[in-house]
């Protein structure tokens, strides 16, 4: 069990900070709320320490032979500030300590994030700005905002996350450290696919497979957490698109391709993490087909998808003739489901995927039994086109995602 501050500050999002909260306890972790004062203009102490079970306050003569001020922060392995208002982050980057909370985030040794929530003005700023960037150089993480719906009728950047994105967050940092979601992806275009294809037989049937978009869905979370500009290409996949995500929604192989082949043109790194059909229906019934009757098939005929991988690794390679500067810089990853068999193990079949598609990183999933396919989380190898193996550890999936960054970071060329 994690013991975590909630820092909250007094904007109209911190409602979203009880919501963050819940999350946060019911994933198994201690979380001792700390909002400054204006903050409980907006939420009353008494929910959060109903939720929390544990005391609120935000004065540092409240409890003093505690001596809360030092010891909250001592005793974090998290301190976590969503919403972090403008002023809140002009207090914190310039070392005030004026209230429990900003007392509390100078004491502390362990990673701090903050969320931040403002009007979108307050946001651009210069002065936020410049606040935004001392904290990054002080060590901590400053998740860039959401853009959409503001207090008003305004939209633009400067909305909170939503909480299940900010806890999906907030457990890669406890599980990789501060380092995870670090802001190098700033300015890069990311284009992502994920889940799986469906090629239909008739109007109700389909052939497909078991990919639940999951790991792609982390790797975008945690893409744009570190500041990328990502588009995910995702297909069938139900779970809520994460913030800061721009998303095409595909059904079929074919439609997969249209879509990744038009986007991939302008992006700096390309990660195909979907299941894409090897194989669709030749002919596709117009009407259900019916057991039993006159209509109903002896078979059905396959004939193969185009290897939408194979055809962007080739239209790179043509780019990099021409001299083409996206695509000379471009960064290709691709992912392998996997399992053994009498020719040979996982990796085995892994390495000879790599050396075939000609990526650049090929990330290995052991799919024995299913182990993988929809669960919260699992476990990778990270293969590159030098010869390079690397065993993430085990963890939740947007903690692996952020090792898959890691490995793909360092292979992007300086911008220009």
Do not use: C
Not at 122 to 144: E, F, I, K, S, Y
Request: charge should be negative; aromatic fraction near 4%.
């Amino acid at each position: 069990m994690s013991r975590i501050v909630l820092g909250v500050g007094g904007g109209v999002a911190a409602y979203k900070a009880a919501l963050l909260l819940r999350a946060l306890t019911e994933s198994g972790h201690d979380v001792r709320v700390v909002p400054t004062a204006a903050a409980l203009r907006f939420v009353g102490a008494a929910t959060f320490e109903a939720l929390s079970g544990n005391p609120v306050t935000t004065d540092v003569w409240d409890d003093v032979p505690e001596v809360a001020h030092v010891r909250i922060g001592q005793m974090a392995d998290l301190v976590l500030v969503a919403p972090a208002t403008a002023d809140l982050l002009s207090r914190a980057a310039t070392g005030r300590a004026d209230d429990l909370l900003t007392a509390t985030l100078l004491t502390a040794h362990a990673p701090v994030v903050f969320v931040p929530a403002m009007h979108t003005e307050m946001w651009l700023h210069p002065a936020t700005q410049d606040n935004v960037a001392t904290l990054r150089r002080h060590g901590a993480v400053v998740l860039p905002p959401a853009v959409g719906r503001l207090t008003g009728p305004d939209s633009g950047p400067g909305r909170l996350p939503e909480p299940a994105d900010v806890a999906a967050l907030a457990a890669v940092v406890l599980e990789r450290g501060a380092r995870a979601l670090a802001p190098d992806l700033a300015g890069r275009r990311v284009l992502i696919s994920a889940g799986g294809t469906r090629e239909p037989v008739d109007p109700v049937r389909f052939l497909g497979n078991r990919s639940s978009g999951r790991q792609g869905w982390a790797l975008a979370r945690v893409a744009a957490a570190r500041g990328a500009d990502v588009t995910l290409v995702a297909a069938n996949v139900e779970d809520p698109v994460p913030f800061g995500v721009r998303t095409l929604h595909v059904g079929t192989a074919e439609e997969l391709r249209t879509a990744v082949l038009t986007e991939a043109a302008t992006a700096d790194v390309v990660v195909m993490a979907a299941a894409v059909a090897d194989f669709r229906p030749a002919d596709v019934a117009a009407a259900k087909l019916k057991k039993g009757s006159a209509g109903e098939p002896g078979s059905i005929g396959l004939e193969r998808t185009t290897d939408v991988l194979a055809e962007i690794v080739a239209v790179r390679r043509a780019g990099r003739e021409q001299a083409d500067p996206v695509h000379t810089g471009q960064v290709l990853v691709g992912f392998a489901a996997e399992t053994g068999d009498a020719e040979g193990d996982v990796l085995t079949h892994a390495r000879a995927k790599l050396a075939r598609k000609g990526v650049d990183v090929l990330v290995v999933n052991d799919v024995s039994g299913g182990q993988v396919f929809g669960r919260g989380d699992t476990s990778v190898t990270v293969l590159d086109a030098e010869g390079g193996e690397a065993a993430l550890p085990p963890g939740r999936k947007d903690a692996v995602a952020a090792g898959i960054w890691d490995a793909v970071v360092p292979r992007l060329a300086a911008p220009s």
